[in-house]
């Protein structure tokens, strides 16, 4: 069941020329998506997530390209991210975005932060699909890639093959063991790469699971990139019963029905 969003939480809707470059494109660029004022917020609880959490390693985690905490939004209602991951306005701009007039619950949020070079966590972040990743039988998965601060492409921000969702599922394989332009090297003549990025605090990237992105490592010696994602899809996907370690039968699922379950927050009905 949807949750009121706090006060202090906003977030704007997307325009339509947003939409049609998303659809277009499989990705859009979104300034302003949140203030500021909610971004410093954010990122003063991240800092202290991400840098003092290594102390005693509870909840933040190297990955060779960047350092993450789960959920503070879905699972452990810290705010304001789970105010902000509960929004409605995020729910119908993912209605507007998969073109569906459908229930949109959350998948996951998590801090991804790319750490400046030379410390763990700062490496590339090879090219991918979301999709194949996960135990869906329907595309309309989607993930907001908000800035907390402002942040250049030497930091390692996202880039996209534009166009690239329309190939559809290109196969599963972890991002340790190489690209996906190493199995798929036409997708890099077929669709040009989008320019690199720059963002203010509280801008973001919206992308869907199926177009191929990646990122550059963190170049820089003293600037991490403090990144906040959020992940939805539409209500009406089906379990494929595919392992996963968070669509599963623990989550109360049932195979070819719905994954509705109270671990996944809807934040808006169809």
Known sequence: MSQALAAKVEARAATDEEVKFYHK????????????????????????????????????????????????????????????????????????????????????????????KGQPGSGVTEYHQDYPNFPLDRHGLLTFWIALEDMGPEQGI??????????????????????????????????????????????????????????????????PRWTYLMSYYPTDARWTGAPHHIFNAEAGLKLQEPVVSPKFPIVIGG
């Open 25 to 116: 494109n499989g990705w859009v660029k979104m300034e302003g998506l949140i203030s500021k004022d909610l971004a410093a917020q954010m990122l003063e609880r991240a800092k202290a997530e991400i840098l003092d959490g290594q102390s005693d390693g509870a909840r933040s985690h190297d990955r060779p390209a960047w350092r993450d905490v789960y959920n503070l939004g879905r699972d452990e209602m810290v705010e304001p991210f789970a105010s902000l991951v509960r929004s409605p306005v995020i729910g119908r701009n993912t209605q507007r975005f998969i073109r569906r007039d459908v229930g949109i619950a959350t998948h996951a949020d998590m801090l991804a932060v790319k750490m400046p």
């Open 158 to 223: 996202m880039r996209f093959f534009n166009g690239s969702h329309k190939e559809g599922p290109l196969g599963k394989r972890p991002l340790d063991t190489g690209g996906l332009l190493d199995f798929y090297p036409y997708v890099a003549e077929d669709y040009p790469l989008s320019e690199p990025l720059s963002l203010k605090a509280g801008d973001c990237t919206v992308h869907n699971s199926l177009v191929v992105h990646g990122a550059p490592a963190n170049s820089t010696s003293d600037k």
